[in-house]
Every structure is written in C-alpha cells, then in structure tokens.
C-alpha cells in the first residue's frame, strides 16, 4: 500500500458530504454532485493528467455517483435508525454513527476507486493500492467532521438536536480562555510528538501520538459538545498538515488511527453528561407525582423514614400533616376532572410557596396531601397547618370561581412509635376534623 505524494491522511469532504446528506437528505445531492465532478477537472488539471474533456465529465460524474449514493445512502440508514430509537440510548446512537460511518466510508472507498479505474483515471491495478488509505482516509474525515459540521449546520437546522438523542452540538455560552489554554496544549503536544517522529524515525515514536488522548478527554468532559468537536477537527487538520510538511508518510496509518480512535472515545464521552441528565430525569419522574409533581408515596415515605432517623439521632422534633380539600368532588362535578386536575396543580403551587425548604409536601393520592416538618414540635406544626388552611382559603382559582377549604390533621411524630403508626394518628385526626365539618385542623 502507497500514499501518492499528494495524499492527504484525511478526505474532509467525506465528512461534509456525509453531513450534508444527514440533515438535508437527497436535496444536497445536485450540489455535491457538481463539486465531485468540478473536484475531478481540478485533480486531472493540477497533475497535468491530461484526459480528454468528455473523459473527465464521465469519470466526475461516476466519481460523484460512486460518493454521493454512498453517502446518501448511509445518511439515510443512520437518520431512519436514530429516529426510531428514543431518547435515552444515545450511546447506541453513537455506536450506529460509528458502525455506519465505517461501512459507508468502506463502501465509498470500493465503489470510488473501481469507478475511477473504469473511466481510466487509474490503472485497474492500482484499484488494490488505493481501496484502504481511500477507506481510511474516508473513514478519519466522517467520524472527526460529520459531528463539526452538523454542529454548523444545526445552527440553520435546528431541527437536527431532535434526532442526535440530546447531544447538544449548539454554541453555548462558557468562557473562552480555559478552552483556548486545552486547545494550546493539544496543539503543543501534537507538533512536539510528530517532530520527535520526524527527528527520531522509528515507527514507535509515532505511537506517542495516542497520548493526545488526554488533552482531548479532558476537552470533551470540560467543554461543550461543539468545542470538542472542534477540537478535534483541528487535532486531525493539524496531523494532516505536519504528515505532508515533516513527510511522515510512512506513518501515516499510525495518525489516521490515532484521529479515529480518539474521536469515537471522545464522542462516548460527549455521551455521558447526557446519560447522567437522562438519568436524574427518570430518578426524578419515579420519585414525583405526575400530575403535582409533588414527591410521590414512594419518595415521600422514604424521606420520613430518613427524617425520624435524623431526628432521634439529633434529638429534635419532627412533625408530619395529613390534609384533604374539603368537597373537591363538587369541584370536579361542577367545572370538570380537567378543571378539578388544574385545581390540585395550583394548590401544589400555592401551598409549596408557603414552606421552607427543608419541608417536604408530598401527594398521597386523589385531594389528599402531606407534609413532613422537620425540627417543628406540635404546636409549631398546628401553626403551619393553621396557616395553610387559610392560605387555601385565599387561593384564586383560575378554572373554578370558588373558594376552597381544606381539613387537617397533624401529629409530631413521638419517639417510641413507628412511622406507620404516626401516620394513622394524623389520618385519624384528620378524619376527626372531617367529621366535626371540615376546614379545620386537629392536632395531637
Ligand atoms: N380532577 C381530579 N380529581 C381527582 C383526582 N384524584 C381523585 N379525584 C377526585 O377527588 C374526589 C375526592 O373525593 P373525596 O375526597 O372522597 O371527597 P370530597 O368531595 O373531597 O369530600 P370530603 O373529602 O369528604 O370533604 C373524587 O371525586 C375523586 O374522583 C385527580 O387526580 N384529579
């Protein structure tokens, strides 16, 4: 396998033709055709190939529909694939753009190179020689661009987050001085590692380019999603530029791999800060209330159990209020569930303002809520309940013109009984101040 003098390590357009046809689908084709056949007029005349005119219109335009159906091709896999998986696998979106980078870039290699050798641009010999730096070269330019330049292209089609699986390649504002203090380092290291390989030519020298490795995490877990990105287009510039000036050809390979296998990891480290989002979601969405958003049973029971712990350990109080809108199915009978379910938003809203941050209202199920005090004795937490019922009162209801009413029933929560048991008491008070007519609070 040779490289051509003038062969550059990386084949940009690959990244951009595969881009290109990711966010605009077939519509890019016309334009990327013409530069594949104006690319094959501008490579017959700077080599002084000399080909006929029809001779280079002919192999431009099997060049071109050797690249473009390829490329086209793969983007619509990867669209089609991407698209059907939901939000929270973006690590299989990445393996895909990975794997079907890989196979499109391969099959861009093979169809271009026999394309080329039919119309005479290549001897059919040198179809064997060409294939893999082509593939490679291919494959180096799609995995470090494609993600830059729909980060580019994202800005005019901003459409295009939706399907990258929430890996965000827009610009955000972070400061610029530490990303240009990385971006130093990274070029400093690459220029001194490829001069040591150029003043010492053993191939081992030209390994120590994996330690750019480094630099370049230390970007992607630092950075936003664009600047690593960017970072990277400029790591794989870069090694293109000093292969062709230091003539570090013959290790070349080692320099394609090196983009390639940094940029796949750099982008399974773009992945995390999503996964870990993702995740905070879900956690969240288990713990609350879907319609509140208030803490569910689940999480509520968690904390009070937490909280008795703290609170014997620490020795203070702990209170908890069990309270329940008087006549609510009159709300819901008289302007609707909808309207009924707007009514339990608000007083969520209304009654969640009222408290510290430290207390911990939760949704019990239906009107009826509760509340966790932490370091609040009985008479403390009557207050608060006394306070809420009033504040009930005061709500404005946006969906049904009336007032509400609501019944408590509080308890501080003693040291010798069980959490269950110190929910009954208050469900029971609650149910006493029910039957003594409502909008009222019962403590004991
Ligand atoms: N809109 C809406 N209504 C709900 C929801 N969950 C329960 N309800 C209704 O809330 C009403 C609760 O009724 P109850 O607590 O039994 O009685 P009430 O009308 O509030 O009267 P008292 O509690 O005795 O004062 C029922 O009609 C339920 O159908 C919900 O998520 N949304």
Redesign the pocket.
Known sequence: MEYAPHASIWFPPAGLSFAAFLVMGVRAMPVLMLCSVIATFWVDSMYQMEHSWLQNAFSGILFGAAHCLTYWFGAWSLRTLVRSLSDEVLPKAILSFLIIGSVTALSAALLGTHALAVSGMIGSNEVSDTWLPWWIGDLAATIVLTPLFLGILSWRYPQIDNWLSGLSFQLQDQPLQPYLVKQAICIIMLVAIMLLAYLFPYPEVSFAVFFLIIPQMWMVYTETAFRAALSLAIFSLLSAILVALLGLMEQALVYQFSIIVIAASAYFGLAVPVLAAHNKQLSKLALSDG?TKLANRTYFFERLEQEVTRSRRNQQSLSLILF??????????DYG?????T??MQIAENIQQDLRQSDLLGRF????FMLLLPDNDLQQSSGTAERLRQSLFNISLEKAPRRLSG?FGVVEIRTTETVQQAFERADANLFQA?RQG?NQVVAS
């Open positions: 319609l329940d809108i008087d006549h609510f199915k009159q709300i819901n009978d569930h909808t309207a009924g379910d009514v339990l199920g239906g009107d009826e019944s029910k409502r």
